[in-house]
């Protein structure tokens, strides 16, 4: 499984962008994804995730109503829609996945933990100047 995030760039504070995350190797299976990031001198720190079939979606509180994660499974994607952006979004994104039953219901603490994923991207520069 290969996961590679693309998307990031210079932006101005109130700008957008979208990231991408291509996925190889994901077929017949099903996958939690998500988003995490790691700001200058931070944490990495969890961002959004989506369940296998993108009927749940979980976003941090501080990114909710700006970000939004979703997965197009057919094409073997995943984005994250980032608008009014703030110069603290500034980080490395990683788009993550992980292998899930399709037959259990996760609480959103099963999306969290960025040590629960077996597969990671390399991620991709955001930088928000203000």
């Known amino acids: 499984v290969q996961l590679q995030a693309s998307g990031g760039g210079l932006v101005q504070a109130g700008d957008s962008l979208r990231l991408s995350c291509a996925a190889c190797g994901l077929t017949g299976g099903t996958y939690s994804m998500a988003w995490f990031r790691r700001g200058p001198g931070k944490e990495r720190e969890f961002v959004a995730a989506?369940?296998?079939?993108?009927?749940?979606?979980y976003h941090l509180d501080s990114v909710k109503g700006r970000f939004t994660i979703s997965r197009d499974n057919a094409k073997n994607m995943m984005y994250l829609q980032m608008i009014s952006l703030k110069s603290e979004d500034t980080a490395v994104y990683y788009c993550?996945?992980?292998?899930?039953?399709?037959?259990?219901?996760?609480?959103?603490?099963?999306?969290?933990?960025?040590?629960?994923?077996?597969?990671w991207g390399q991620g991709t520069q955001v930088t928000v100047s203000s």
């Open positions: 989506i369940s296998w079939n993108g009927r749940s979606t």
């Open positions: 993550a996945a992980k292998s899930s039953d399709a037959r259990a219901v996760y609480s959103s603490s099963h999306y969290y933990s960025g040590k629960s994923y077996d597969y």
